[in-house]
Nanobody, 120 residues
Framework: EVQLVESGGGLVQPGGSLRLSCAAS????????MSWVRQAPGKGLEWVSA????????YYAESMKGRYTISRDNAKNTLYLQMNSLKSADTAIYYC?????????????RGQGTKVTVSA
């Protein structure tokens, strides 16, 4: 069974930092790209960042570049997102996500999410 468990969210002031973690199990973690997506209150899902299986490549949405850093520890089956210079617009539930190939089709999985609130 695929499991993705996010943690590390909370309340932070504008300009502050948080580090999110995602513990993965049920699949071969270092075979797959991993992503972070988020959902702000009243809005749809927004892609945030992605990282290749061998940590060779990272990708960011434009508004996150220079502020967020995605990383992974394949030995620990864990994905991270370091978020700096947080803004109120970053308030959202953050999910880690993976697309797995199963029986010839790709299936997307997300965890339960961790809530990030940026407020003074």
């Amino acid at each position: 069974e695929v499991q993705l468990v996010e943690s590390g969210g909370g309340l932070v002031q504008p300009g502050g930092s948080l580090r999110l973690s995602c513990a993965a199990s049920g699949f071969t973690f270092d075979d797959y790209y991993m992503s972070w997506v988020r959902q702000a209150p009243g809005k749809g899902l927004e892609w945030v960042s992605a990282i290749s299986w061998n940590v060779g490549s990272t990708y960011y949405a434009e508004s996150m570049k220079g502020r967020y850093t995605i990383s992974r520890d394949n030995a620990k089956n864990t994905l991270y997102l370091q978020m700096n210079s947080l803004k109120s617009a970053d308030t959202a539930i953050y999910y880690c996500s993976v697309a797995l190939l199963s029986r010839g089709t790709w299936e997307n999985y997300r965890g339960q999410g961790t809530k990030v609130t940026v407020s003074a």
